[in-house]
């Protein structure tokens, strides 16, 4: 059974969602539809690059990912189609792929041409555009029947983690917060790791506080699991299952995680100091 997932910045309450689902079953019945959020904040390109870059993987080859972020038509903006790591991916062409896949080179894109003759009208570019275009994709059909291959699309950059030599210091910043309020940086663990290996310790920086450890996951900063509920609330730095620094309220929430507890935000740096 084929599978298509969504991924948009609708939120629940309006009909879009609904319409996109009805208008995928009234093509083909059989696709089997996988919501992986509704809960971008609007037009907010990062954010959705991390839920999807993370999401798909999980998903077998070949599935087929409409992500409607940013997505309202426009003649002069092109929608596009990236086969990439082996599934499709369908967007508009805002940079938002090359977000995704920053590391991974598209294996093709295409601009999609369906309705775009100059007397078609287009309400509703996920369901007028990406749904016609993924069904086809999920009956079998080719890509090249529904775009033309291009070579190109729209490119942003993905904010990167630096290391200042003279310094001493990586510089990385705020590039996502979860659900339960947890900060996830941009600083890779590989990239840590090479820049550690002449130092002897380190020190994270962020706002006036700081942390001079790393844990390799939630849990870990359990010591003592008689006493488990004494953690409850304490802060602590990890390399999360993205392999990317992490600051962290254990057990903590939307309303008394690392978000609220240490005010930083979406953008704001987070400094490792080595010595």
């Known amino acids: 059974m084929s599978i298509i997932t969504l991924t948009s910045d609708f939120g629940n309450l309006d009909y879009r969602v609904a319409a996109v689902k ?11 539809i996988i919501d992986i959020t509704h809960d971008i904040q609007a037009f907010n390109l990062i954010q959705t690059s991390y839920i999807v870059r993370n999401a798909y993987k999980y998903f077998p080859k070949g599935s087929i990912h409409i992500i409607s972020v940013d997505s309202f038509y426009n003649k002069s903006r092109k929608n596009i189609l990236y086969k990439a790591d082996g599934s499709y991916f ?8 090359s977000l995704i896949f920053f590391d991974i080179k598209p294996e093709a894109i295409y601009e999609l041409t369906l309705n775009n003759r100059f007397d078609d009208i287009i309400n509703f570019t996920s369901t007028d555009i990406f749904v016609p275009a993924a069904v086809h994709l999920a009956n079998g059909g080719l890509p090249e029947v529904i775009g033309r291959k291009i070579d190109a699309a729209k490119q942003l950059m993905f904010p990167r983690a630096v290391y200042n030599e003279s310094e001493g210091m990586i510089i990385g910043e705020v590039t996502y917060i979860d659900n339960f309020g947890n900060i996830i ?4 663990k590989d990239f840590f790791e090479n820049i550690s290996k002449g130092y002897n310790g380190f020190t994270i920086k962020f706002r006036n506080l700081s942390l001079s450890r790393i844990f390799s996951g939630h849990t870990e900063l359990v010591s003592d699991w008689e006493r488990e509920t004494e953690f409850h609330g304490q802060s602590a730095a990890i390399f999360n299952d993205s392999q990317l620094l992490e600051l962290t309220i254990y057990k903590g929430s939307k309303k008394n995680g690392a978000k609220s507890l240490f005010g930083l935000n979406v953008g704001e740096n987070i400094y490792i100091e080595f010595m």
């Open 90 to 97: 369908l967007a508009a062409d805002n940079g938002l792929l």
């Open 22 to 32: 009805g208008k995928i079953l009234s093509l083909n019945p059989e696709v089997n």
């Open 185 to 188: 940086s941009n600083i890779n």
